[in-house]
């Protein structure tokens, strides 16, 4: 019955599907999926190694005391994990979770995905002749994370952050840290997993809906190309680590609006939006997300002004 | 939801993984180097499911033991879609529609202007989609002139007329942008669009079709014979 059921459910979805748009779109989803789901699993395991190896006291060590200092610390460390920006979610998460200063944490969310040295060889790789490129990302995003990180600082509240995500998991020891590990990656991956189906839903659904023309015709005004390349940046939701070459194809367009696509696409776009909403909250998500993308457009134009001499 | 659904889940939605990396079905998704992650990724998340589930099922045998408070999840549910997706659509790879609603043309190559290397002897020589559009706009030697060419790639109807089209993927489908050849004769003209075809034949040279939608070289069909669908549909 149920078999029957599936055949026959399976024959209406295919014929429905038949629409162009929308295989183009569904195609677009999946791949979406597929392509961040691998690091979504790294960050959790990685959240559940921090909750159940790494004691609360001995972060507090290694972090300097100074929330400022901290920031920085947290921004520089962004440079080692080599993943996309949906792994450095939980990890953030987690990060809070065992006492870390909210500020540190969240430039560590913001640099990890960034300023990786996969994102860097990828970025010159699609630029090539253009070291000045790969300077300014680097630049651009990292400042991007440090001064959201200061900004937390001055003006953050911890009440934004939705309570599950401050809860502290009990210290344990020997067999039980297993059990800790498991279980902790478990909820993360559920917990996540659900919004980074929404976001990729949402990437799809945008990606196929928006105009090409946008793309040709800013060739000549360079602040509403600095504009529509951000907008597009959070509407399509590349993976960091592919979206310089996806850059290096807009060959109609100025460097500078490549940049700024560059700088907020790995900083906030519409899934790291979603997943962030799922895992620190909606209040949260709601501030945090607007004001890196303001403040990613304004590191990447000044970073693009500084290396790339100008708005070529 | 439950916990018992959300190990559920986890399962399909590990197996899903698998099943694509398995089956070849990743590569209308991703680009080769990913599969070891999908099976890596697959992998974890089935065994994630399952150690919950065994655990649950100990802790049950033993009524001592204290259940957490787990809060509800709605979102979860969310992981159904892509479950659905790999295993009842199966969405295939990316074809002319996305060639039609392309954003921005084709790159210059590295170091453009400059010499490309000689093309290797023989009557006919096969080449990637990409290769021949970047030799064709950009090699100042003119190496394809005169040149006998093989090309493979999906037939696209345009307002620029029939053409030859690849996609191209940096990472995964959401970062394609098409490579596209025009083809002159009438062989093509009549097959649907989407369909798997290899053409040889010779560049035209110096045309330019389509200032506005990147660079596309003219192509003059000497044969054309339909191929079936290549296992990786992309170009790199």
Same mark, same amino acid.
């Given at each position: 019955?149920?078999?029957? @059921? ?32 691998? /690091? ?33 610390? +947290? ?38 995905? =960034? ?11 699609? /630029? ?22 200061? @900004? ?51 990437? +799809? ?49 100025? @460097?500078?609006?490549?940049?700024? /696509?560059?700088?907020?696409?790995? =900083? ?38 500084? /290396? ?5 | 939801?439950? $916990? ?56 049950? $045998? ?13 979102? %979860? ?19 002319s529609? *996305?060639?039609? $609603? ?7 190559? %590295?170091?453009?202007?400059? *010499? ?9 020589? %096969? ?6 559009? *970047? ?14 060419? *093989?090309?493979?790639g999906f037939l696209v109807h345009s307002e620029q007329g029939t053409l030859l089209a ?14 596209r050849v025009q083809l002159r004769g009438e062989q093509a003209d009549g097959l649907p669009a989407d369909t798997?075809v290899?053409v040889?034949g ?7 079709t389509? %200032? ?6 003219a192509f003059t069909v000497r044969t054309l014979r339909q ?10």
């Amino acid at each position: 019955m149920l078999l029957v @059921l599936a055949i026959l459910g399976q024959s209406l979805l295919q014929s429905a599907f038949d629409v162009p748009a929308l295989r183009t779109g569904a195609t677009v989803f999946v791949a979406v999926c597929v392509q961040a789901l691998p /690091f979504l699993v790294l960050g959790v395991l990685l959240s559940g190694a921090i909750a159940a190896f790494v004691p609360a006291r001995v972060l507090r060590r290694v972090l300097p005391r100074s929330e400022s200092a901290a920031v920085g610390v +947290a921004g520089l460390s962004g440079v080692v994990l080599a993943g996309c920006e949906c792994a450095s979610v939980p990890v953030a998460r987690r990060l809070i979770g065992q006492g870390v200063a909210p500020a540190a944490a969240l430039t560590f969310l913001l640099a990890a995905p =960034a300023v990786n040295p996969v994102v860097i060889v990828s970025t010159a790789v699609a /630029f090539p002749g253009e070291p000045g490129m790969v300077l300014a990302r680097f630049v651009a995003s990292l400042a991007t994370a440090m001064v959201m990180g200061w @900004l937390w600082i001055r003006w953050g509240k911890l009440e934004w952050i939705a309570e599950q995500a401050l809860r502290r998991l009990p210290e344990v020891e020997g067999r039980d840290r297993w059990r800790v590990f498991t279980e902790t990656a478990r909820a993360d991956l559920v917990d996540a997993g659900g919004f980074l189906v929404l976001g990729a839903l949402v990437s +799809a659904a945008l990606g196929v809906l928006v105009p090409g023309e946008w793309f040709g015709a800013l060739a000549d005004q360079i602040v509403l190309g600095i504009l529509v390349m951000a907008v597009l940046a959070v509407v399509l939701s590349l993976c960091s680590e592919a979206d310089a070459f996806v850059a290096a194809s807009l060959s109609a367009l100025p @460097l500078l609006p490549r940049l700024v /696509f560059l700088v907020v696409g790995p =900083a906030v776009d519409a899934k790291l939006f979603a997943l962030q909403a799922g895992t620190f909250g909606r209040s949260f998500a709601l501030r945090f997300a607007p004001a890196t993308f303001v403040v990613a457009i304004c590191c990447a134009v000044v970073a693009g002004l500084l /290396f790339l001499g100008g708005a070529r | 939801m439950r $916990r018992e659904t959300q190990n559920v889940l986890l399962l399909l939605l590990g197996g899903a993984l698998l099943k694509i990396a398995v089956t070849g079905d990743y590569l209308r998704y991703v680009k080769p180097a990913h599969r070891p992650w999908l099976l890596a990724a697959g992998a974890v998340i089935v065994l994630l499911g399952a150690v919950a589930m065994i655990r649950d099922i100990r802790a049950a $045998r033993q009524p001592t033991t204290v259940h957490e408070h787990h809060h509800p999840a709605r979102s %979860a549910w969310l992981l159904m879609v892509p479950v659905l997706a790999v295993f009842l659509v199966a969405p295939p790879a990316l074809g002319s529609d *996305s060639v039609t $609603r392309a954003r921005g043309g084709t790159a210059a190559p %590295a170091g453009s202007g400059t *010499s490309f290397p000689p093309l290797p002897p023989g009557a006919v020589v %096969a080449l990637r989609l990409t290769d021949f559009v *970047s030799r064709a706009g950009w090699d100042e030697a003119g190496s394809l002139n005169g040149r006998t060419v *093989s090309l493979t790639g999906f037939l696209v109807h345009s307002e620029q007329g029939t053409l030859l089209a690849r996609m191209v993927i940096g990472c995964c489908a959401a970062d394609g942008f098409p490579v596209r050849v025009q083809l002159r004769g009438e062989q093509a003209d009549g097959l649907p669009a989407d369909t798997w075809v290899e053409v040889t034949g010779q560049v035209v040279p110096d045309v330019n079709t389509a %200032a506005s939608g990147g660079y596309t070289p003219a192509f003059t069909v000497r044969t054309l014979r339909q191929v079936p669908e290549p296992p990786d549909p992309y170009e790199y």
